[in-house]
């Protein structure tokens, strides 16, 4: 075991190009020789607890201080690890309970993942010099690789479980051969030679405009130059919600597929979140989404029109609608009023 009590660490990785502080921490870890718990006690000590959370959502101050010493990396690159760094982007409010607008939940039952809340691209992986998981793999709406055009994975293929590279080396009995993190740690099967999808496509149009979507999540382009604010986002993640509403009046989802001329998923029953849905439902509903958002006005018009929705069902729950999009809507009170 190499010396861990100086004030820098002997192995001090930087975290890689949007990598995740629950993956980055892993690799510091066995940068060291040591198992994740093994190492996170030496540092941390037994009472204060890291794997009991979605670090990568709720990552304690004392945790990110910590690194940043040891690493002798910026408090700035450490806090950009965490899926907080996307608060005031991706949604409006960072809270800490309950589902987060657009990040994936991992449903923690005593430190195991119960969903499927990271998910990877084996081409990315099998690409790196070093594999890694990045931070938007956490992000619900991406399911198709900006840089493959193929689609992520949210388990692992051979066996079903969840991705959780925390656990990789609880069944390794040597913690110096557990190799790099994109294996299962449950089958160990290896993540980088998991067969590469095609994503299925309902209309041109829709599939390029969530490729477009994809790519303002890249690191140069998060901060500048962005095409698509917090209020696009949130329209977005309201339509998606309709798509799914289970009012008897409400048909927003079976018109958009007749428009496109798609066959329906079976989808999760019940009241599931988004972001709790798996990759093939959220790929699913997020091309049906697309295709309204790609002409907005005169298709969300259209379905009104139709009868698959009604205008208060368009703002219902929807506090934080932007100006445009309460426009549009409030057109179709005032033509139900002159009828």
Same mark, same amino acid.
């Given at each position: 075991m190499?010396?861990?009590?100086?004030?820098?660490?002997?192995?001090?990785?930087?975290?890689?190009?949007?990598?995740? #502080?629950?993956?980055?921490?892993?690799? *510091? &870890?066995?940068?060291?020789?040591?198992?994740?718990?093994? =190492?996170?006690?030496?540092? /941390?000590?037994?009472?204060?607890?890291?794997?009991?959370?979605d670090i990568d959502r709720l990552a304690p101050t004392w945790l990110l201080d910590e690194l940043s010493a040891r690493t002798g990396t910026s408090p700035e690159a450490v806090f950009n690890t965490t899926l907080r760094s996307y608060d005031g982007l991706l949604y409006p409010k960072f809270r800490s309970a309950s589902v987060l607008q657009w990040i994936l939940a991992?449903?923690?039952?005593?430190?195991?993942?119960?969903?499927?809340? #990271?998910?990877?691209?084996?081409?990315? *992986? &099998?690409?790196?010099?070093?594999?890694?998981?990045?931070? =938007?793999?956490?992000?619900? /709406?991406?399911?198709?690789?900006?840089?493959?055009?193929?689609?992520?994975?949210?388990?692992?293929?051979?066996?079903?479980?969840?991705?959780?590279?925390?656990?990789?080396?609880m069944t390794s009995p040597d913690s110096l051969m557990i190799g790099p993190v994109s294996y299962c740690y449950s089958c160990r099967f290896d993540l980088r030679d998991a067969s590469r999808i095609e994503p299925i496509s309902y209309d041109k149009q829709a599939s390029e405009l969530l490729m477009k979507i994809n790519c303002e999540l890249k690191v140069e382009n998060l901060l500048v130059d962005r095409k698509w604010d917090l209020g696009r986002y949130a329209v977005m993640h309201q339509l998606c919600r309709i798509m799914v509403a289970r009012y008897k009046h409400v048909h927003l989802r079976e018109f958009v597929l007749d428009q496109v001329g798609s066959q329906d998923l079976p989808l999760t029953a019940g009241h599931t979140s988004f972001e709790m849905r798996s990759i093939e439902e959220r790929h699913h509903l997020m091309q049906l989404t697309a295709w309204l958002l790609a002409d907005l006005e005169p298709r969300l018009t259209g379905a009104w029109k139709a009868g698959a929705v009604r205008y208060n069902v368009l703002l219902k729950d929807f506090t934080d609608r932007p100006d445009w999009y309460a426009r549009i809507v409030a057109q179709f009170a005032n033509w139900r009023d002159r009828l």
């Open positions: 190499k010396d861990i009590t100086s004030s820098l660490w002997p192995i001090h990785y930087k975290p890689l190009p949007d990598e995740l #502080l629950s993956c980055w921490l892993v690799r *510091l &870890a066995h940068g060291h020789g040591l198992k994740v718990q093994t =190492f996170c006690n030496l540092i /941390f000590g037994n009472r204060r607890q890291v794997w009991n959370r991992l449903k923690l039952y005593h430190r195991k993942r119960e969903g499927y809340g #990271l998910q990877f691209c084996p081409a990315c *992986l &099998a690409e790196d010099e070093i594999p890694y998981f990045r931070k =938007f793999w956490r992000v619900a /709406f991406y399911t198709v690789c900006a840089r493959h055009g193929t689609m992520l994975l949210d388990r692992c293929p051979k066996c079903g479980m969840a991705i959780a590279v925390h656990r990789l080396d």
